[in-house]
């Protein structure tokens, strides 16, 4: 199965792609945005490196990878359900991570939970996961609460095996880990 393009009520998500180049450097050229991530305005140059590492997530696992959201024609943001990728995350067959990124004007209207939860739909329903989780900074309580209003249960707290080159604020409280395994998410259709 390829990776689908996905209807919400408000939202259209598409397979990211090399024509979304210029708005994931918007996104990610806003301060604020980058925040908990890496604490800085990301250049356009790390923009197109990561753009490159978001395109190859599709290739991974079927199914899986990055999308780009739109409302009517408005770009909103990305979303992502990768196999997990990184120091604190072990590669599990049946396992992915839920993850999403918004352009200021755009939070705080419920895009990025109703995003989450499509996504966790389609991993459920049409990928056959097992579980999905989501991590981000403790003290991203924007982002906590998008995982929790997504169904997202919290699960661990953690400090990152992987130091940073230049500490995002506040990094030494952590990092947190939620999620939704198929079992709880089926019984909460019912």
Known sequence: MA???LHTNRLSLVPL????????????????????????????EEVERAHRRRLAA???VLGLGF????????????WILQP???????????????GYRLLRRHWHRGYASEGARKLIRHGFEDVGL???????MAI??????TMVAAGLRFTRAFVSGEPYDDPVPDAEQGEVEYEITRT?????LR
């Not at 792609?17 to 356009?44: C, F, N, W």
């Not at 997990?84 to 839920?98: H, I, M, R, S, T």
């Not at 709880?184 to 909460?188: E, G, I, K, P, S």
């Open 184 to 188: 709880t998410w089926q019984h909460r």
């Open 17 to 44: 792609a090399d024509e979304h180049l210029q708005l994931e450097i918007e996104l990610d050229s806003d301060p604020e945005v980058m925040r908990y991530i890496t604490g800085r305005a990301s250049s356009p």
């Open 67 to 78: 999308w780009a959201g739109f409302a009517d024609d408005d770009f909103v943001g990305w």
């Open 3 to 5: 990776q689908a393009t």
């Open 58 to 60: 599709a290739d991974e």
């Open 130 to 136: 097992n579980r999905i989780f989501a991590q981000t």
């Open 84 to 98: 997990p990728n990184g120091p604190d995350q072990p590669k599990v067959a049946g396992e992915a991570d839920l």
């Open 140 to 145: 991203n309580a924007a982002s906590r609460a």
